[in-house]
């Protein structure tokens, strides 16, 4: 069994950043791909980052410039850097994992609230 434990969330004003932090535990052999997604009301899950293992990262137009994803292998954790917030990055914000446990599955965690206004 693996569990994804996001923290980080908040609220914070126009302009402000938020860090999320995302810690994989469990039996965990390695992990590929990590990201971050987020759903606003009446919307659909989005991406908005990803990173390898090898540390190679891709993100949504709407972050570029103002997100960074890092990844700490050792401590199977992800976070996203959030800078510049905008009232439209208001969501609930996931963390996913593909994992190589018992067997190779794609794990989400329980999202964090991430409200931006003033």
């Known amino acids: 069994q693996v569990q994804l434990v996001e923290s980080g969330g908040g609220l914070v004003q126009p302009g402000g950043s938020l860090r999320l932090s995302c810690a994989a535990s469990?039996?965990?052999?390695?992990?590929?791909?990590m990201g971050w997604y987020r759903q606003a009301p009446g919307k659909q899950r989005e991406l908005v980052a990803t990173?390898?293992?090898?540390?190679?990262?891709n993100y949504a137009d709407s972050v570029k410039g103002r997100f960074t994803i890092s990844r700490d292998n050792a401590k199977n954790t992800v976070y996203l850097q959030m800078n510049s917030l905008k009232p439209e990055d208001t969501a609930v914000y996931y963390c996913?994992?593909?994992?190589?446990?018992?067997?190779?599955?794609?794990?989400w965690g329980q999202g964090t609230q991430v409200t931006v206004s003033s």
């Open positions: 996913n994992a593909d994992v190589y446990s018992i067997n190779r599955a794609d794990y």
């Open positions: 469990g039996i965990i052999f390695s992990i590929n791909a």
């Open positions: 990173i390898t293992s090898g540390g190679s990262t």
